[in-house]
């Protein structure tokens, strides 16, 4: 069964920086892409960035490009996203997601994924 788990989510200062890993157990992740996404409270869950299985396509949504960065490291068998200059806008919780080996056209779209961690959640303080 496949399991991703996300962590490294916590509370911050505006300006503030973290570093979300998603892992697999029982799996490994090299052959599939990786989207992040975020839900904050009462809103809809939104596609942040999304990496492929090979590292060279990287996608991000307007709002973080410049301030997040998506990575992977195979030998460890896991996915960051640096998530830097942080903005009280950007507290929510944040999954990973896969089940495709390219990012796809929709790659911001959450039905376009078969798999889900539970969440890391992450708070910005003005």
């Known amino acids: 069964q496949v399991q991703l788990v996300e962590s490294g989510g916590g509370l911050v200062h505006t300006g503030g920086s973290l570093r979300l890993s998603c892992t697999a157990s029982?799996?490994?992740?090299?052959?599939?892409?990786i989207g992040w996404f975020r839900q904050a409270p009462g809103e809809e869950r939104d596609g942040i960035s999304c990496?492929?299985?090979?590292?060279?396509?990287?996608y991000y949504t307007d709002s973080v490009k410049g301030r997040f960065t998506i990575s992977r490291d195979y030998d460890k068998n896991t996915i960051f996203l640096q998530i830097d200059s942080l903005k009280p806008e950007d507290t929510a919780v944040y999954y990973c997601?896969?089940?495709?080996?390219?990012?796809?056209?929709?790659?911001?779209?959450?039905?376009?994924?078969?798999?889900w961690g539970q969440g890391t959640q992450v708070t910005v303080s003005s």
């Open positions: 990496i492929s299985s090979n590292g060279a396509g990287k």
């Open positions: 029982g799996f490994t992740l090299d052959a599939y892409a």
């Open positions: 997601a896969t089940g495709k080996v390219y990012c796809p056209t929709n790659w911001y779209d959450g039905y376009e994924y078969n798999y």
